[in-house]
C-alpha cells in the first residue's frame, strides 16, 4: 500500500476531515501494517456476518439502519506497544476509537461503534495468547482474543480439564476478557464475571500502562526478566490471587466504561467439584413463575442452590428446537393455548427451571432433597436429569452450560424469525415472586403490543435476577425494525417508572438508560463525565460509550 | 460560645493561618452547634484514649510522638447536609478534613489524620442510624456511626438474628461502613467486607451526594416521599441487591481512598445457614505450616472450607490468655523452647487452625470429615470443639467471632507488653506452604531483630491470605518506638523485594507502602492522583491517605 493512498470511508466522526482521516490512518498503517488496517470505503464491506464469522464494520443485529452505526476503519494491534502508539496518534487528531474483544456484544451491538466513523481497534485479532494457567491459584491470565472456546480447547489440550473449570456464557464464541469487562453472567457458581477477576492491563488515554490491584506491585527483579518490556514483564505472583491491591480500587472504573483499553485480565477458574449434576424442573403454568422465584430465593441465598440458575420462558426452549413457522401458522404473537400446547409438545412446563448440583455424592444428595422438596410445593412439577430427556433436549445443551463447556447451540433462538436478528433487553429484578411476575407482566404486554412473542430467562444471582428479554426480530422488516426501537424505548421507561434498571445494553439505547440512573439531577452521570474528562481530555476512547459522553461531544444532540 | 471567640488549636495545617482556622471553625459551629465541635487547643486534650473510649484527637497507639498525627478540631456533622456545609467551607479555605466513622481502626492509625491540623470530621457520632434491615434481601443499610455491636444488638431486639447474621472482624467496636470502606475482612463465609456491600452514599468534594450502583435509580415518585431531601429519599428497592448499576462501576473509587466521603451503605447479611460447629485444629510443630497451608488451599478453593479461617500463632492465642510477663521473665524475644511450654501449657500446637461448619448437619459432618481427613496427614494433630476446650479458650471466643457474634476478649493481646500499643503489619500471601513459610521467616526475623516476639495470624480468603503481623510494643518505651518503626519500613521493603504487599496499612507508612506499588513508573499512582485533583481539586478530602496526594501537598516532603 502507497503511502500516498488516499483513502475514503463512508463515514467520518463529527468534525473530523478526510484528510485528517487519512493522516491518521497512514500513521496507523506505518504502525501496524496495512495487514492490520481495513478502511471501510464501499457499501459492499458492510456485509452481515453471523455469530460464528461476525464482520467489525457494524452491529449484524442492526436495530436502526444497517450502516447507522459504522466504523471508517479497523485496526488490529499487533500487541500493547501498538495500542500506545495508536492512543497517541488519536489524541493527535482527537480521533474517536473504539475498541472490541472479538467483537461478538451478541445483541448489545456486536463490533459497531457508537459514534459512527470510529476506528474500531480489533484488539483480538492479534492478541490471543492465554498466557497462563495457574493451577494451585485457580486462574488464568488472557489477553483480548482468548474466547471461551479458545480457553476451553487450551485446558483440554493440556490435560487441565480435570483440575479447572471455565464458566462460560450461552454461547462460547466470545472474549473471555471482554465478557467480564462488560459484566457478562454465566451460569456455575463462578457465573459472576466480574467478580471473578483479579488483576488488569489498562493502555490509559494518554497512552500509559497501568496494571490494576496487586498488579500495580512490580515482580521482583530478576535476571532472565530484567530489560523486559513493560507488557512482557510478569505480574507479581499475587496479582491474580487477591483483587483489591492497597488504595483506591479502580478496576470497576474499567467495567462497561470508555476510561482505558483493557489488554490484559486476570480470571478466577473454579476447582473441579468433584461432582456434577446438572437437572430440570418444569413448572406447568404461566403464574408458576411466582411461587417459583419466591421458593429460589432462600435456597440460593443459603447456597442450596450454589450456581447460577435459568428460570427459561417455554419459547426460548421451543426457539432452540425450530423456528416459529415449526409451531404455527401466525406471524402474531402466540396465544396461551398455544404455548400450552407447544409446551405439551416438548414434554416442557411454561417455565423450565435449569440448575445443577457441584460437589461430592452426599453433598449432591443432601441439596437435591433440599430443592427438590422446595419446588413439590408447586402442583405438577416435573424433575429430570438429561438423560431423562430427548437428545436435542435443552437440558442436555444446559448440562454442559453449567460445567462450563461452551456450546453454539443456543445461537438457534435467534432464527424464531426469518432473517432472525435480536436485542437483549435486561433489567435487573428482585428474587421475589411479586416482581418477576410484575416485570414479566411489563415486559410481555409491550412485546405483544410490538407484534413480538415474549421470549426471556431469568438468571438467579445471589440477590437479584437479570431478567433478560430476548428480542427477536426479521432485519428485513424495517416496520418490524421501528416497532422493536419503540418497544425498547418504551420498555426502558415502563421499568424506570417501577424502579428498575438495566445492568448492560445495545448501543442505541445507551444514552436513555444512563437518563435513568438520574438520581439526585444525574450526580452519577455527572462524576463520570468528571472522571472522563480528566483521564482523556481530548475523548478519543469510545465516546458515548455507557451514556458517558466527553466534552468534546456535548454540544451535539447524540439523543437518537 | 461567643462568635468572636478566638480558637488556638496546636496545629495548624500547612500554609493555613490561625486566622483561617478561626474563620473556618466559627463558620462550621454556625452549621453543626458549638456541642459539635472539639478544638484540640491544649495539652491536656491528648490524652490517650482506649478501644472502648476512644479519643478522637490522634492516634491511641502512636508510633511516631503522641502528637505527630494530631487533629485540630473534631467536628461532629448531624446529617448529611452539614457534610455538604462543611465540605463547601473546606473548599473555601482548602482546608483538609479527614473523615473517620467510629474512630476505631486499630492499628491502622485510629482517628488520628494523615495531615496534622486536619479537622477531624467524626461522621459517626450523629449518624449512627440502622436505616434498614431486610430480611427477604439478607441485607441492611447503616450510617458511618453504626457499630457491629450496635448492629447486633439491633437483630436481637427485633429478633431478626434466627434469619440474619452479620460478619464481624475481631473487636466488635468497629464502624460497619468503616470497615467496609477500608476493605476489612472478618471471618464467616461474609469474611469480604468489600465484597459483601451493595450501593453507597457518597458527599464529593464538590459537596454533591452521589449513590451507587443501582443507588442511581431513583426510587420510582410516591406521594409519601415526594419533596423529600435528597439524602432522605428511599434507595431503588434494587440498589442494595445488586452492586454493579450501569455503566463504570465507580465504587472502588471510594474504598481506602480520599475521593469522597461516604455517608451510607448497603452490606449483605448472611442468611442463618441452619446449622453451625466451629472447630480448633493445633499444629504441634512450628514447621507444620507449610504443610496445613498446602492442605489448606484445596480445602478453602473447593469451599470445603466455607469461611475465612485463621492459623493462628501460638503467642496471639497466649496472649489473649495472659501478658508476657504471666508465661516468661525475659524481655528479650521468647526462644522456640518456651514457646514448646507455653504451647504444652495451654494445650495449643505452634500454630493453631480455627475454622467452623456451616449449613445442615448432614453437609457439616461431609465437610469435617473431608478436612479431618486432610489434616490428619500431619502427625500429632488435634481436633477440638468448643465444649472439649477450657472456659477462657480463645477457641470459645472464635466459636461467637465465626457466627458473627461480636466480642472484645482479643483486645487483650495488646497486653502482652506493658503500656502495650500495636500497629499492623499485613502483607497478602499465596495460599502456598512455602510463601506462608518464607513470609513467616521474614517478618518473624524482623521483628526478633526489633526485640520484638513474633504475634501473627494469617487470615485465609479464597485465593490469597491476609497475613496480619501484630506489633506489640511498650508506647512508653521511646526506644522500642524507634525500633518499631524501624521494623516497619524494613518489613514493607524486604516484602517488596519478595514481590508482596500490604493490603493496608497505618498512616505513618501509607507513602512507604504506596512507592512499592510502582510498576511501570508509578503508573498506579500517577492515574489516582489526576482522578484525586479532578474529583477534589481543592484537595480538601484526606489528603494524603494511601499515598495519594492532592496537587496543592506536591511541593511538601511528606516522607517521615
Known amino acids: 500500500m502507497s503511502k500516498t493512498q488516499e483513502f475514503r470511508p ?6 473530523l476531515s478526510l484528510s485528517d482521516f487519512n493522516e491518521f490512518i497512514q500513521d496507523i498503517i506505518r504502525i501496524v501494517g496495512s495487514e492490520n488496517v481495513e478502511v471501510i470505503s ?16 457494524h452491529d449484524p443485529h442492526h436495530v436502526m439502519d444497517q450502516d447507522y452505526f459504522l466504523a471508517s476503519a479497523i485496526v488490529a494491534p499487533r500487541n500493547v506497544a501498538d495500542v500506545q502508539s495508536i492512543v497517541g496518534l488519536a489524541n493527535k487528531f482527537s480521533f474517536p476509537l473504539w475498541p472490541i474483544s472479538i467483537g461478538r456484544n451478541s445483541g448489545y451491538g456486536g463490533a459497531a461503534p457508537r459514534v459512527s466513523g470510529s476506528v474500531v481497534l480489533d484488539m483480538g485479532k492479534n492478541m490471543n495468547r492465554v498466557l497462563e494457567v495457574n493451577v494451585e491459584g485457580a486462574y488464568c491470565v488472557v489477553e483480548p482474543g482468548v474466547t471461551y472456546h479458545d480457553l476451553h480447547n487450551y485446558l483440554e489440550a493440556n490435560n487441565l480439564r480435570d483440575k479447572l473449570w471455565l464458566d462460560v456464557p450461552d454461547l ?33 488515554a494518554n497512552g500509559e500502562l497501568l496494571r490494576t490491584g496487586m498488579g500495580a506491585l512490580p515482580d521482583p527483579k530478576r535476571p532472565e526478566t530484567m530489560g523486559l518490556k513493560p507488557e512482557d514483564q510478569p505480574w507479581s505472583k499475587i496479582a491474580h490471587l487477591f483483587p483489591y491491591g492497597f488504595g483506591p480500587y479502580i478496576d470497576g472504573l474499567f467495567s ?17 467439584p468433584r461432582g456434577y449434576q446438572s437437572y430440570l424442573i418444569t413448572l406447568p403454568k404461566d403464574g408458576d413463575l411466582k411461587q417459583a422465584v419466591d421458593i429460589i430465593r432462600p435456597l440460593r441465598l443459603g447456597m442450596a442452590l450454589q450456581n447460577v440458575p435459568t428460570i427459561r420462558h417455554i419459547l426460548l426452549d421451543a426457539a432452540v428446537l425450530g423456528d416459529k413457522r415449526s409451531y404455527s401458522s401466525r406471524t402474531e404473537p402466540l396465544s396461551d393455548e398455544e404455548l400450552d400446547k407447544i409446551a405439551k409438545q416438548l414434554n416442557l412446563g411454561r417455565w423450565n427451571f435449569y440448575g445443577a448440583l457441584y460437589g461430592p455424592e452426599p453433598i449432591r444428595r443432601v441439596l437435591w432433597e433440599t430443592i427438590k422438596d422446595a419446588f413439590s410445593a408447586i402442583p405438577g412439577v416435573k424433575f429430570y436429569f438429561p438423560e431423562d430427556t430427548p437428545e436435542n433436549s435443552v437440558l442436555r445443551v444446559r448440562d454442559k452450560t453449567m460445567q462450563g463447556i461452551p456450546t453454539y447451540d443456543e445461537l438457534k433462538w435467534i432464527d424464531w424469525l426469518p432473517n432472525g436478528a435480536h436485542l437483549f433487553f435486561s433489567p435487573i429484578a428482585k428474587v421475589s415472586g411479586e416482581d418477576a411476575m410484575m416485570q ?14 415474549f421470549i426471556g430467562t431469568f438468571t438467579v444471582g445471589m440477590r437479584e435476577m437479570h431478567h433478560i428479554v430476548c428480542i427477536v426480530f426479521n432485519k428485513k ?7 422493536v426501537q419503540w418497544l425498547m424505548r418504551t420498555l426502558i421507561d415502563d421499568c424506570a417508572a417501577n424502579g428498575w434498571g438495566e445492568y448492560r445494553t445495545h448501543l442505541a439505547f445507551m444514552d436513555q438508560i444512563m437518563e435513568t440512573y438520574n438520581w439526585n439531577n444525574s ?17 478519543i476512547i469510545a465516546p458515548g460509550k455507557s451514556g458517558v459522553w466527553p466534552s468534546q461531544y456535548s454540544h451535539v444532540t447524540w439523543k437518537l
Open 172 to 204: 462460547g464464541g466470545g472474549s473471555v476478557l471482554g465478557n467480564a469487562v462488560e459484566r457478562g453472567v454465566g451460569y456455575t457458581p463462578y457465573g459472576d464475571h466480574w467478580m471473578m477477576h483479579s488483576g488488569m492491563e489498562v493502555v490509559l
Open 440 to 453: 414479566y407482566a411489563v415486559t410481555k404486554k409491550r412485546c405483544q403490543e410490538a407484534g413480538l412473542d
Open 42 to 57: 464501499s457499501k459492499d464491506q458492510i456485509v452481515d456476518g453471523s455469530y460464528m464469522k461476525p464482520t467489525h464494520t
Open 477 to 483: 422488516d424495517l416496520i418490524q425494525k421501528r416497532k
Open 256 to 272: 462497561q466504561s470508555n476510561m482505558g483499553i483493557v489488554t490484559k485480565i486476570g480470571i478466577w477458574l473454579m476447582p473441579n
Open 523 to 539: 450526580s452519577f452521570l455527572r462524576f463520570n463525565e468528571v472522571l472522563k474528562n480528566a483521564v482523556d481530555p481530548n475523548g
Open 10 to 15: 463512508l463515514t467520518l466522526p463529527p468534525k
